[in-house]
């Protein structure tokens, strides 16, 4: 299971926050896995390390996260890291979207975005047509469109590092949880993001997904959603080198 570890001062309702959404990915995904040596100690599911601290004040780098050590059997990821500039978290809490961002960062540590290129999951990097290829994925996307005739899910493609070819991309999938801005305001977890998880080799309960359509364009205009291209707090987020475990 994922468990997260403080590795700075959070009051009692951060650590509420991030327990929260550790608790919503072990309900969807199986994080149990089998024991691995982390730097001298067993671990079965995913150690989170979680900080704030002061970085450069409002408006610059929110922070980093992602996996740091990857298991060598599965190359999914046994340890990672969240860490927040004090300031924009501060911002975000005002917004009511703190929530929302460590769900949606704490998908980036367990590989979402971070390790799709590992696993050869993505077709047309670099161009203006990325895709997510893996079959479940596919799958569910089509699912979604009423139609057969969709290759792959169409992923980010603007933004820089971190967020292009790392998330849904938002002019498709407006308002879901794991596109590259915080669109709207409820944020679906969809049958689609767990099955990206599924093509990566998790276990998933799609039970657990909530309920999601595509949007239209009214609804896209209605969400703020009229350009390809946005500047958004999830952009501002770095992504360490993760290591393979011996």
């Avoid at 995913?46 to 996996?67: F, K, M, N």
């Avoid at 709207?184 to 657990?208: C, H, K, Q, T």
Wanted: glycine letters at 10%.
């Amino acid at each position: 299971m994922i468990t997260v570890e403080y590795s700075s001062p959070l009051s009692d309702t951060r650590r509420a926050v991030f327990d929260a959404a550790a608790a919503k990915w072990n309900d969807v995904l199986n994080t149990d896995f089998p024991e691995v040596d982390l730097n001298g100690t067993p671990e079965t599911g995913i150690l989170i390390e979680a900080s704030v601290t002061d970085i450069d004040g409002p408006g610059g780098v929110l922070g980093q996260a992602g996996p740091t050590h990857l298991r060598p059997d599965t190359r999914l990821p046994a340890r990672g890291i969240m860490q927040f500039d004090e300031a924009d978290l501060e911002n975000l809490e005002s917004q009511g979207s703190f929530a929302d961002v460590i769900l949606h960062e704490m998908a980036h540590v367990l590989g979402f975005g971070t390790l799709w290129d590992s696993f050869s999951l993505i077709s047309g990097s670099g161009s203006m047509n990325p895709e997510f290829i893996g079959t479940s994925a596919v799958r569910e996307y089509r699912t979604l469109a009423g139609t057969d005739a969709p290759r792959g899910v169409p992923i980010a493609n603007t933004g820089g590092p971190g967020t292009r070819e790392g998330h849904w991309r938002e002019l498709v999938f407006g308002d879901e949880l794991l596109t590259g801005f915080l669109s709207g305001i409820d944020r679906p977890l969809s049958r689609l993001s767990l099955a990206s998880f599924e093509d990566m080799g998790y276990g998933v309960d799609y039970n657990r997904a909530d309920p999601f359509t595509l949007p239209e364009f009214r609804d896209l205009a209605s969400m703020g959603i009229t350009e390809a291209v946005r500047i958004c707090d999830l952009c501002r987020m770095g992504r360490p080198e993760p290591v393979m475990l011996d």
